[in-house]
């Protein structure tokens, strides 16, 4: 079983920056897909952003250029800065983790799917006032 708890979230205003967190409680060199969802409320969760152990990574299009994910294996760490927040980037964030990577050509295209991930984390909350 591997546990995921994340930090950074917090309260900021439009175009501002937050570094979100995820520690793992086993090695992220074992974690071959993690990734960033979140879930505004009366809304479905969203995959943001995603990396595989090679490095790849997929964004969803509307932080494409914003957001930045990124590991640190040293750590067991899982990174999602966030810079130019707008209002929509209000939600709850959740890293999300498994051992397989999808079978495709090209991660950066992909659907960020919520079924690809096995574990989750509670989740941080992202706040941003315009």
């Given amino acids: 079983q591997v546990q995921l708890v994340e930090s950074g979230g917090g309260s900021v205003q439009a175009g501002g920056s937050l570094r979100l967190s995820c ?14 969802f979140r879930q ?34 040293a750590k067991n760490r899982l ?16 890293c999300a983790a498994d051992e397989a990577i999808p079978a495709v050509a090209d991660l950066a295209s992909i659907y960020i799917d919520e079924h690809d991930f096995r574990y989750w984390g509670q989740g941080t909350q992202v ?4």
């Fill in 23 to 36: 520690d793992g409680s086993r090695s992220t060199l074992d974690l071959n897909y993690m990734a960033w």
């Fill in 40 to 73: 505004a409320p009366g809304k479905k969760r969203e995959g943001v952003a995603a990396v595989d152990t090679d490095g790849h990574r997929a964004y969803v299009d509307s932080v494409k250029g914003r957001f930045t994910i990124s590991k640190d294996n």
């Fill in 79 to 94: 990174y999602l800065e966030m810079n130019s927040l707008k209002s929509d980037d209000t939600a709850m964030y959740y």
């Fill in 127 to 130: 706040t941003v006032s315009s």
